[in-house]
């Protein structure tokens, strides 16, 4: 192997190797937000989470706001890469289907990331390393969710008193939400006897659609 190549095949070592120190990092680091609180966790604590000195981690992030602005970023990215497909249905209808199954199998599937984005309390400014304000994620999903309906609403699909598209959006994602959390915190519950949750929001989304349409099948 001449030098060149050597130098190369280094360089993409150190690049993995960075890659997945960063990794570990982003793991901890929601792990212990959502059980500790934002505003507990300190980088001492995620750094001893994983066996590194908090300067080794002050190498990768330069504070707690940017490793939390990061982490943010990546899940939402990830949640987004879930519903990307949904946005070519053309029937507003069965694309918020579409995205009410979608976005409850993202939760079933990623529960840290789920409690991270949706369940922690977050009182930080989005600010990037360099110092610039970065939309929060949760803008574009919710956005989404309401160009969705809205389009709905337009095309006269909802019943007439169903009009305004941001309610009808919170009361979908509230529906959804409050499934998953409920299965989430209390799903271990003895005295409760949990169906399986894809088949009840399966079910939840199907009779909250039938019951918003202007014209529902019986």
Known sequence: MNTTAIRTASLARRERQKAE??????????????????????????AERIGYTPTAIYHHFKDKDTLLVELCMADFRFLGQSLHKIGRIEDPVERLRRMGLAYADFALANKSQYRFMFM???????VDSDGNRVRPPDED????????????????VYRPELSDPNELAQMTWG?????????????DDP???????????????????????RNSPS
């Open 21 to 46: 120190t960063r990794q570990a990092i982003l793991d901890a680091a929601r792990e212990l937000f959502v059980t500790e609180g934002v505003d507990a966790t300190t980088m001492r604590a995620i």
């Open 120 to 126: 922690t309390p977050m009182r930080h400014d989005m």
């Open 141 to 156: 999903a919710y956005a989404f969710l309401l160009q969705t309906i809205s389009e709905g609403i337009s095309s006269g």
């Open 175 to 187: 529906a959804i939400h409050g499934v998953v959390s409920l299965w989430m915190n209390h799903g």
């Open 191 to 213: 005295h409760i006897q949990w169906s399986p949750p894809r088949e009840t929001i399966r079910s939840l989304v199907d009779v909250m659609i039938r019951g918003t349409l």
